[in-house]
């Protein structure tokens, strides 16, 4: 199911056409600013890129690769982060930061600069500091917290999110993976099949006086818009004139039963599914309930041979039934003119 909407999906033949001829090894990761973006894959489908080239790498398309990791929000996934150090006993984050001297004669710990508002002498026990390494020394960088006096080299970090505010500590963050999609060549070969040159079946249609789209945007009654592989319809005529087609791998019930609403809401006055590969019992019963022309093919090119002869069938058969229509209406207003 996920294959088939995804190979339905606007710009993914393109993209994989674009993958085979330029003979590129991998779409890879470019960080920039707050995130890790494909810029090869942006061109064929913008924001969703990492959706897709995760979607395909599940079909066998990439191998992954990974090539960086970072740090991400566990609610909103943003990389962004302002980290904020806080007081290990009172969480404030009312921290200074600074070099600490320890006067080794009475071990008072403080920051050099207190020392030096003292004349260089100690805050303690009053002596002037004289040599360093001797009376005095040098203990490192520390923080001190204003709002309860604890002291600490190593002060809490606490993570704020630049796109949700949520702030996390260091083990509530997830690690995001990065990878590179490296491509495999040999699935190829496969996937051409799953892509139909449906040109034979637009020219057919064409022929026969009909409009046809591919693939196709209709609105339904319920104001709700659905996807068709083709969509056949005359530009005058009403909707009962027109003629749905989806083609489907392997049809189960639930692929009919999609197909039906669709057609039911689009008011289509002739509804075909092709499908390739397996079709099960279930799904023939509901395609006769629901009045479905389904055909089964077991190859691409033999889909879009044979469906010809019926989808010429069901075009004569829908242009005379809005020829009769005409004819009723005509009739009808005949016999109103008569009464006159
Ligand atoms: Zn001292
Ligand atoms: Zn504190
Ligand atoms: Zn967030």
Not at 7 to 12: E, H, I
């Amino acid at each position: 199911m996920v294959s088939d909407t995804l190979l339905r999906r606007p710009g993914v033949e393109s993209f994989l056409r674009y993958l085979e001829n330029s003979g590129k090894e991998s779409i890879d990761p470019l960080f920039e600013k707050t995130a890790y973006r494909y810029p090869v894959a942006e061109e064929f489908f913008e924001e969703d890129a990492e959706t897709v080239l995760e979607n395909l790498a599940e079909l066998g398309i990439f191998e992954k690769r990974l090539m960086d990791s970072a740090m991400m929000c566990p609610d909103c996934g943003t990389l962004a982060h302002v980290v904020k150090p806080v007081c290990p006993t009172c969480s404030s984050a009312r921290l200074i930061k600074g070099n600490v001297i320890e006067h080794m004669l009475c071990g008072y710990v403080d920051f050099e600069q207190e020392f030096y508002k003292q004349g260089f002498k100690c805050i303690k026990c009053g002596k002037e500091l004289k040599t360093l390494g001797v009376d005095y020394r040098r203990a490192g960088v520390f923080y001190k917290c204003m709002s309860c006096g604890r002291v600490t080299a190593i002060p809490v970090k606490r993570f704020i999110c630049g796109h949700c505010g949520r702030a996390s500590t260091e083990e509530e963050l997830q690690l995001k993976p990065v990878f590179s999609y490296v491509v495999v060549r040999e699935k190829f070969a496969v996937l051409k099949g799953m892509f139909l040159d449906l040109t034979p079946l637009i020219s057919l249609i064409e022929s026969k006086g009909f409009v046809v789209e591919s693939p196709a945007k209709i609105a339904g009654i319920s104001g709700v818009v659905h996807e068709f592989t083709l969509f056949a319809s005359r530009p005058s005529a009403p909707a009962s004139a027109s003629l749905a087609i989806d083609i489907v791998r392997d049809a189960d019930d639930n692929k009919l039963f999609e197909f039906f609403t669709k057609t039911f809401d689009v008011k289509a006055g002739a509804s075909l599914l092709l499908c390739l590969g397996h079709v099960d019992e279930k799904a023939k019963k509901l395609a006769d309930t629901f009045n479905i022309l389904m055909l089964e093919f077991t190859s691409a090119d033999e889909l879009v041979e044979k469906s010809k002869t019926e989808i010429e069938k069901i075009l004569d058969k829908l242009s005379k039934r809005e020829l009769y229509e005409e004819a009723d209406y005509l009739e009808d207003l005949l016999k109103k003119l008569d009464k006159v």
